[in-house]
């Protein structure tokens, strides 16, 4: 890989030639869907949509040193960085959990972002209370043919496979008999239904099973122990996979800015002074937990407290979101209650709808309430 400094320029000079200017926009938001994804394929044709994986399996075999620079120089041209189900939940799985056959099958697609994944967890009957899902998965012969439904499917109009929990043992006790199952999502026996939100975007969905088929050799780990293998994803879907990333995401800027916008200053200060000290909190929350999860990664580069930190990075961040939103909304006033139409900025509009999705942070992924008690259980060993 070279020193810091040469693979730095190295990579100036790959982004200056592969990174086009009207990628520069920061987000994968402002990008637009299929725009993203053929910028996520560029990235993977080198390697650097997952540089931490190994080599032979698409990845970019970067250290984290490495990794810490292009993620810089990335940021520093507001480059999107590369994100899916399949980079950030599914591929560090299979890294840990997967065996070589199941790796060199389905990870340097995920790499080259050929293959796009959604999650079937939640069922109607199966929220926060995971382990209560009932979708059926029956061995015949050398395939599984699965029967059940899925909802709030993130993703799944778009998606080419699904990583499923479906029951494999209804007689078993309800933790013990699910199995975690991969199969394609475009074949008989598949149905989405999209679920329109107040915006008017589709990317959740309903995802009907019946009498889909799948391998029996992509059960990831063993048959009726999905479980262990489902509570290691969502680990990674929490953040711990990528500690330095969630402190980025909750080192959000823009409320100092918004503030001076909106209300002004008075001696070099924001002119009213109670907005002023919740900023000032929001500011010193998001500078602890950035901090907290720079000692998580040092913490999880040497195998310890890596899984003591997930349900607490997933409460803290989901939290500490809705809390710079709800600031955010007060500082515009009036100026936040648009949702359409004439009358309102374009940012304005973008705000407001800000603001609500962080709504949604402290429910997916596993509720606040759901990450308290396994913080209470797991990591204050407090009895019940």
């Given at each position: 890989m070279g020193s810091i400094d040469s693979f730095r320029n190295e990579v100036r000079d790959w982004l200056e030639e592969n990174c086009p200017d009207d990628v520069r926009v920061g987000s994968r938001d402002k990008l637009g869907r299929e725009r993203y994804n053929e910028w996520v394929r560029t990235l993977g044709s080198r390697g650097w949509a997952a540089p931490g994986w190994p080599v032979e399996y698409g990845g970019g075999g970067l250290d984290r040193e490495h990794q810490k620079v292009l993620t810089e120089e990335m940021r520093r041209i507001k480059a999107p960085p590369p994100g899916s189900f399949g980079l950030t939940m599914l591929g560090p799985t299979l890294l840990e959990l997967g065996?070589?056959?199941?790796?060199?099958?389905?990870?340097?697609?995920?790499?080259?972002?050929?293959?796009?994944?959604?999650?079937?967890?939640?069922?109607?009957?199966?929220?926060?209370?995971?382990?209560?899902?009932?979708?059926?998965?029956?061995?015949?012969?050398?395939?599984?043919?699965?029967?059940?439904?899925?909802?709030?499917?993130?993703?799944?109009?778009?998606?080419?496979?699904?990583?499923?929990?479906?029951?494999?043992?209804?007689?078993?006790?309800?933790?013990?008999?699910?199995?975690?199952?991969?199969?394609?999502?475009?074949?008989?026996?598949?149905?989405?239904?999209?679920i329109r939100l107040i915006d008017g975007s589709e990317h959740f969905a309903q995802v009907f099973f019946d009498g889909a088929r799948a391998r029996a050799k992509d059960v990831i780990g063993p048959v009726n122990g999905g479980w262990t293998v489902a509570k290691r994803l969502l680990q990674h879907e929490r953040g711990v996979s990528n500690p330095e990333g969630r402190a980025a995401a909750g080192k959000r800027k823009g409320l100092v800015d918004l503030g001076r916008e909106q209300l002004g200053t008075r001696d070099g200060k924001l002119a009213d002074p109670a907005l002023r000290e919740r900023i000032a909190q929001h500011e010193l929350d998001a500078q602890a937990f950035a901090l907290t999860m720079r000692r998580a990664a040092e913490e999880a580069r040497t195998g310890q407290g890596e899984r003591q930190i997930a349900s607490m990075s997933k409460f803290y961040w989901s939290e500490l979101g809705k809390r710079e939103q709800d600031i955010a909304m007060q500082l515009l006033g009036a100026r936040g209650l648009g949702w359409e139409g004439d009358g309102f900025e374009a940012s304005e509009l973008a705000r407001t709808r800000k603001w609500l999705i962080t709504r949604a942070d402290s429910i997916w992924g596993g509720t606040s309430e759901i990450q308290r008690n396994i913080i209470a259980k797991r990591v204050l060993l407090i009895p019940e």
């Amino acid at each position: 890989m070279g020193s810091i400094d040469s693979f730095r320029n190295e990579v100036r000079d790959w982004l200056e030639e592969n990174c086009p200017d009207d990628v520069r926009v920061g987000s994968r938001d402002k990008l637009g869907r299929e725009r993203y994804n053929e910028w996520v394929r560029t990235l993977g044709s080198r390697g650097w949509a997952a540089p931490g994986w190994p080599v032979e399996y698409g990845g970019g075999g970067l250290d984290r040193e490495h990794q810490k620079v292009l993620t810089e120089e990335m940021r520093r041209i507001k480059a999107p960085p590369p994100g899916s189900f399949g980079l950030t939940m599914l591929g560090p799985t299979l890294l840990e959990l997967g065996t070589d056959e199941q790796k060199r099958e389905h990870l340097p697609p995920i790499c080259r972002h050929e293959i796009i994944w959604c999650q079937g967890y939640s069922e109607p009957g199966a929220g926060s209370d995971l382990a209560g899902l009932q979708t059926r998965a029956v061995l015949e012969g050398d395939e599984y043919v699965v029967t059940g439904q899925k909802i709030w499917t993130t993703g799944a109009p778009h998606a080419d496979w699904i990583f499923c929990l479906v029951r494999t043992d209804p007689d078993a006790p309800k933790h013990e008999g699910i199995s975690f199952l991969l199969f394609p999502m475009k074949q008989q026996g598949v149905k989405v239904s999209p679920i329109r939100l107040i915006d008017g975007s589709e990317h959740f969905a309903q995802v009907f099973f019946d009498g889909a088929r799948a391998r029996a050799k992509d059960v990831i780990g063993p048959v009726n122990g999905g479980w262990t293998v489902a509570k290691r994803l969502l680990q990674h879907e929490r953040g711990v996979s990528n500690p330095e990333g969630r402190a980025a995401a909750g080192k959000r800027k823009g409320l100092v800015d918004l503030g001076r916008e909106q209300l002004g200053t008075r001696d070099g200060k924001l002119a009213d002074p109670a907005l002023r000290e919740r900023i000032a909190q929001h500011e010193l929350d998001a500078q602890a937990f950035a901090l907290t999860m720079r000692r998580a990664a040092e913490e999880a580069r040497t195998g310890q407290g890596e899984r003591q930190i997930a349900s607490m990075s997933k409460f803290y961040w989901s939290e500490l979101g809705k809390r710079e939103q709800d600031i955010a909304m007060q500082l515009l006033g009036a100026r936040g209650l648009g949702w359409e139409g004439d009358g309102f900025e374009a940012s304005e509009l973008a705000r407001t709808r800000k603001w609500l999705i962080t709504r949604a942070d402290s429910i997916w992924g596993g509720t606040s309430e759901i990450q308290r008690n396994i913080i209470a259980k797991r990591v204050l060993l407090i009895p019940e």
